[in-house]
């Protein structure tokens, strides 16, 4: 599947063993940190009801998530310093990058963190302690916001690994047969000191909101998924007041996903990175081309060319084997599979918040049927699926570099994209191996972290009859 | 304008001094824990695991915010010291690999099904998931106390003169030689009893707290099992302390001269620039001597008397002498980040002369791997300030919060008890 021809053969097979590591820890870490801010956000939207309805109801709900919120937490931040740790172990020189270019971030992060990790405890150790119920509600709105602002910084590093910030200088000292310290030629540094705000500049923006909605449209999917489960078994009215808030919830972020920050989205990658377009477009052509649909998307005419694929010399593509993924990843799981989950939870909430009128129509009554005893298998499933096909798309799109920059060819070319690259010289340990074992013991830990936080919660909700036990408080 | 390099020691020294006590108390429960409810099925004594029962309630919160210190020392380290980072992660990946892989991603769900499996699994179940987490909790400080040996004595390090790096050399690492590093044992043994003892005495003077008002059992046996676990593994800790102590004398001349006030008699005059510290810390650690004598005092007294005074002493002292210990040691490398060998500094005098050997102890300093040229950070503040001012306002705050939530929480759990 070959970065770079250049690299020995061995390089290459380290690089894909090293991405998989990482992309399945990202993703294992992702779902976590989503399950984390769509948990505890029903957590604090469920007390905000409570609150102005007075119903029992609410309470329960927003205690029991609010727990369910803190166990993906505190297992979604160790997994975060695994994560972190991949990046100290397997993209060494990620670390020098950091520290000369994008740690401003990293840096506000800390604060998010500490804003997370000490009013989460204090929002579940206190309900029914504090008299004022508004103030309760406000300690977890901050812990909601310091979960928030986390991703939202982490989200900007993301974006500009995919999309090189304004400002951002990268320098390839191998011309002048330079390194830093003999660990990398690369030096990414910025115009002028101020300019390391532009980690959060507008594309940025675009990028991070468009991440966070993902990350909550996902588990309020997953959530909708279960009430909608035991409603259709049960029928008890406390399900089908969670129903009617979260399922239009899932439409409504759905709806600002695919229409704004998708289309936005769109444009960035049109407009930054021509290659990523080729590929995950499926534009496998050489030289220019006419797309009639992307260029009717993109500009409102039919006649518009792009530059396919091929255009590009194999070292800079990103690679395409051992299929054709990053088109089935963008266009069949995120975009067919994101439109089908916003006609699911369009069509329930119609029928959720519009009951009297539709049911009085026998075609609106089959369909909410149908849509009711599907809804909790394909719901979440193509919400974790599209969820999945953004990320692979946005991270594996931009390989191998990163800090991805398009530029215009003096000879009439495509657009030279430039970066840092992932390989030797770039990002990766040179010192690094991994034996099958290694790979094989991390993956197991990548899989089983999230699986226990998942049974940790089951343990937490299930209804269950406890032996009476003796339990001294301190 | 504050120096770049008191600020940077200042951070991560303040990150370093919240997240050890955190950890010290994580790891000290890990083993207690298990061995609590081991005592109370041999004995057939009900109060050993519910006291092993009510403690695990806080494993999971003071892990999380333990870890978050951790974290934020990780940022710092990246953000102030990007090379210093780099070159530890490239050269010692495994070490950070295996303390990341067992210490936190399985300890964590360990701790979490520990907690949650209490009265749910069988008693010979639960204890054989308690001592498996306190031995992946264990793999913690068996790895970064490797990498703080490492900077003790760089034991196994190769360097390479290179005109294509902008330091003039490589680096390069044989993992072997860096474990037989002779400060890591002693250091690994101290961090352990002593962790093991200061949860001991944390446990005995919240339990003598309350046993002073309440006379009950429960609070009786808790204060003089704390009692017996710290005693005993304080005076471990004593041991391992001055073999450590030992070993810093004989392989890393400017900790032991910071710490003991003079340079060890085996350095040459001429290396005396060299390896000059830029603190004196010998007061700290007279204060360390006299403050572990008075918590040696202290318990030796609350075991025949209990009193809140004696109580209320031991819970300040004991984090205050672990947070102090650990500070100057952290300290006493200044103005290194990494001690360099005298051995090496002999070898490469006289393999590549003196300038060479000169030039590589300049990039295992602080201030010069801070590379204050490409330190983005650094850069902001220099034409920022008000983003350092905001911050540490911000670090105060939050700290003081801790404190506060802290309290509630054991306050409020009391309460409601």
Same mark, same amino acid.
């Given at each position: ?20 590591? @990482? /992309? *399945?820890?990202?993703?294992?870490? %992702?779902? !976590? ?6 948990? =505890? &956000? ?57 520290? @000369? /270019? *994008?740690?401003?971030?990293?840096? %506000?992060? !800390? ?6 990790? =000490? &009013? ?59 390194? *830093? ?294 | ?417």
């Amino acid at each position: 599947m070959g970065y770079s021809p250049l690299l020995p053969i061995t390089w290459n097979v380290i690089l894909d063993e090293a991405r998989w590591l @990482s /992309a *399945i820890g990202i993703l294992a870490h %992702l779902s !976590l940190a989503s399950s984390f801010l769509g948990t =505890i &956000l029903i957590a604090v939207v469920a007390e905000f009801l409570y609150l102005t309805r007075h119903d029992k109801d609410w309470y329960d709900k927003a205690r029991m998530f609010s727990v369910v919120s803190t166990i993906f937490f505190g297992v979604g931040a160790a997994f975060g310093t695994l994560v972190e740790f991949g990046l100290v172990t397997i993209w060494s020189n990620f670390i020098t990058i950091i520290g @000369s /270019a *994008i740690v401003l971030p990293f840096y %506000l992060e !800390l604060f998010a963190f500490l804003t997370e990790v =000490i &009013l989460l405890p204090l929002y579940v150790f206190t309900w029914g302690k504090v008299r004022n119920g508004w103030v309760h509600w406000v300690i977890g709105l901050a812990a909601a916001f310091g979960g928030y602002w986390s991703a939202y910084n982490i989200l900007a590093v993301m974006a500009s690994l995919s999309m090189r910030p304004p400002g951002m200088i990268v320098q390839n000292l191998a011309a002048s047969n330079q390194t *830093i310290a003999g660990l990398t030629s690369y030096l990414v540094t910025w115009a002028k000191p101020t300019d390391a705000w532009n980690m959060f500049w507008w594309g940025a923006n675009v990028f991070i909101f468009h991440g966070i909605l993902a990350a909550a449209i996902l588990t309020w999917s997953v959530v909708s998924a279960i009430y909608l489960y035991g409603y259709m078994h049960e029928h008890r009215p406390d399900q089908a007041k969670v129903l009617k808030v979260l399922i239009p919830g899932v439409a409504i972020m759905t709806a600002i996903e695919g229409f704004v920050l998708g289309h936005d989205q769109g444009e960035l990658v049109l407009q930054f990175d021509p290659l990523k377009l080729a590929a995950i477009e499926g534009m496998f052509w050489k030289g220019l081309k006419v797309d009639p649909l992307l260029s009717f998307l993109a500009y409102g005419t039919f006649n518009h060319t792009f530059w396919g694929y091929y255009s590009w010399p194999a070292n800079v593509r990103p690679p395409l084997a051992p299929f054709d993924f990053l088109p089935i990843f963008y266009l069949g799981f995120m975009v067919t599979l994101g439109v089908l989950l916003g006609v699911w939870s369009g069509g329930l909430s119609l029928w959720y918040l519009f009951n009297g009128f539709f049911s009085r129509f026998h075609w609106a009554k089959v369909i909410a049927s149908f849509l009711e005893r599907t809804g909790p298998y394909t719901m979440p499933l193509f919400a974790a699926l599209a969820s999945i096909g953004g990320a692979v798309t946005s991270e594996s799109g931009r390989v191998p570099f990163i800090l991805v920059e398009s530029s215009p060819s003096l000879n009439g070319g495509p657009p030279m994209v430039t970066g840092v690259p992932i390989y030797e010289g770039g990002l990766i340990n040179p010192n690094l191996s991994l034996p099958g074992w290694l790979i094989a013991l991390i993956i197991v830990v990548e899989v089983a972290m999230p699986a226990l936080a998942v049974y940790m919660v089951y343990l937490y909700t299930r209804p269950r009859r406890e032996k009476p036990t003796q339990v001294v408080e301190y | 304008m504050v120096s770049p390099v008191v600020v940077t020691v200042a951070l991560i020294a303040w990150a370093f001094s919240v997240h050890l006590p955190l950890v010290y108390t994580v790891l000290g429960l890990g083993w207690l824990l298990p061995t609590l409810e081991l005592l109370g099925y041999r004995s057939g004594r009900r109060t050993y695991i519910d006291i092993a029962h009510g403690l695990s309630n806080y494993l999971i919160a003071v892990y999380a915010i333990g870890g978050v210190f951790g974290t934020i020392v990780t940022v710092f380290l990246a953000g102030l010291l990007p090379v210093f980072t780099n070159i530890a992660g490239v050269l010692l990946w495994p070490i950070w690999g295996i303390a990341i892989v067992f210490g936190v991603a399985i300890a964590l769900p360990l701790i979490g099904l520990y907690y949650r499996s209490f009265n749910r699994l069988s008693p010979i179940k639960h204890i054989t998931v308690g001592y498996a987490m306190a031995i992946t909790l264990t793999v913690i400080p068996a790895m970064f106390r490797l990498v703080f040996a490492f900077i003790n004595y760089p034991a196994g390090v190769l360097i390479t003169p290179s005109s294509a790096s902008n330091t003039g050399f490589t680096l390069s690492v044989n993992l072997t030689e860096t474990l037989s590093n002779p400060t890591y044992p002693p250091l690994l043994l101290a961090t352990l009893f002593g962790a093991i003892a200061m949860t001991g005495i944390l446990l005995s003077s919240i339990h003598g707290w309350r046993y002073a008002s309440s006379r009950d059992e429960y609070h009786e046996l808790g204060h003089r099992v704390g009692n017996i676990v710290g005693l005993t593994f304080g005076i471990l800790y004593s041991i391992f302390v001055i073999w450590y102590l030992y070993t810093v004398y004989q392989y890393s001349p400017t900790v032991a001269w910071s710490i003991l006030g003079h340079p060890p008699s085996y350095l040459p005059s001429t290396f005396y620039d060299l390896y000059k510290p830029t603190f004196n810390l010998s007061w700290m650690f007279y204060m360390n001597i006299v403050l572990g004598a008075i918590i040696l005092a202290l318990l030796v007294v609350s075991i025949k008397v209990t009193s809140k005074p004696i109580e209320a002493l031991k819970l300040i002292l004991t984090p205050m002498l672990m947070d102090s210990a650990e500070v100057m040691n952290g300290l006493a490398h200044v103005p290194y980040a990494i001690v360099p060998p005298v051995t090496a500094a002999e070898a490469l005098i006289k393999a590549y002369g003196l300038s060479f050997a000169l030039n590589v102890a300049k990039w295992l300093t602080i201030s010069q791997l801070l590379t204050p040229q490409i330190n983005a950070l650094l850069s902001l503040v220099s034409v920022q300030p008000g983003l350092l001012l905001g911050s540490l306002v911000f670090f105060a705050f939050f700290n003081a919060l801790l404190l506060y939530v802290i309290y509630a929480v054991l306050s409020w759990r009391r309460s409601s008890a």
